[in-house]
Antibody, heavy 121, light 111 residues
Framework: QVQLQESGPGLVKPSETLSLTCAVS?????????WGWIRQPPGKGLEWIGS???????YYNPSLKSRVTISVDTSKNQFSLKLSSVTAADTAVYYC??????????????WGQGTLVTVSS | SSELTQDPAVSVALGQTVRITCQGD??????ASWYQQKPGQAPVLVIY???NRPSGIPDRFSGSSSGNTASLTITGAQAEDEADYYC??????????????FGTGTKVTVL
């Protein structure tokens, strides 16, 4: 069974960088699929942040692209998110997820439990 | 980027059928996937592609699509189906290599 687990600080100061890691078990990142980050502000909807392929190719939401970096460590079977210059608007539950993309067909099939990150001084 | 629009809320009587719709230009080019999210929990994939259910998803969940609209139907709704539902697809606008958009979400209440 594929499992994902987010970890990282729950509180980040404004203007600083948010850093999260997603540990994957039950599946080797090197075997394929894309690995993504999605966030959800309190009481609001879902927003895709970006994804990375096991080869290291990255894809980012255009609205966040200037502040986002996603990297992968296949030796540890984990991938990470960095979001710079955060503001209160970046306060959200952050999810990591596995996703497939085959042209017309795409979906996020396994999700982590999510971690709440609050931006506050 | 393109948008996916859903009705904010729908209600259904226990055992009856409810259809949740998702509208957006990207759905003319890409299949939608659907996610169920209960309070305090991560989203769960319930439908993907033309009409595929992951293992463990009851067959009362089904999907369909026509033009710029995708639909999720729950036939014989159960109390445990009360949740928020989100659609998702790849964004067909612009020249982005890869971009995904989620729908605005529909809260389903089972009466």
């Amino acid at each position: 069974q594929v499992q994902l687990q987010e970890s990282g600080p729950g509180l980040v100061k404004p203007s600083e960088t948010l850093s999260l890691t997603c540990a994957v078990s039950g599946y080797s990142i090197s075997s394929g699929y894309y690995w993504g980050w999605i966030r959800q502000p309190p009481g609001k909807g879902l927003e895709w942040i970006g994804s990375i392929y096991h080869s290291g190719s990255t894809y980012y939401n255009p609205s966040l692209k200037s502040r986002v970096t996603i990297s992968v460590d296949t030796s540890k079977n984990q991938f990470s998110l960095k979001l710079s210059s955060v503001t209160a608007a970046d306060t959200a539950v952050y999810y990591c997820a596995r996703h497939g993309d085959w042209g017309l067909l795409n979906y996020f099939d396994y999700w982590g439990q999510g971690t709440l990150v609050t931006v506050s001084s | 980027s393109s948008e996916l629009t859903q009705d904010p809320a729908v209600s259904v009587a226990l055992g009856q059928t409810v259809r949740i719709t998702c509208q957006g230009d990207s759905l003319r080019s890409y299949y939608a996937s659907w996610y169920q999210q209960k309070p305090g929990q991560a989203p769960v994939l319930v439908i993907y592609g033309k009409n595929n259910r992951p293992s463990g998803i009851p067959d009362r969940f089904s999907g369909s699509s026509s033009g710029n609209t995708a639909s999720l139907t729950i036939t014989g709704a159960q109390a445990e189906d009360e949740a928020d539902y989100y659609c998702n697809s790849r964004d067909s606008s612009g020249n982005h290599r890869m971009n995904y958009v989620f729908g605005t979400g529909t809260k389903v209440t089972v009466l």
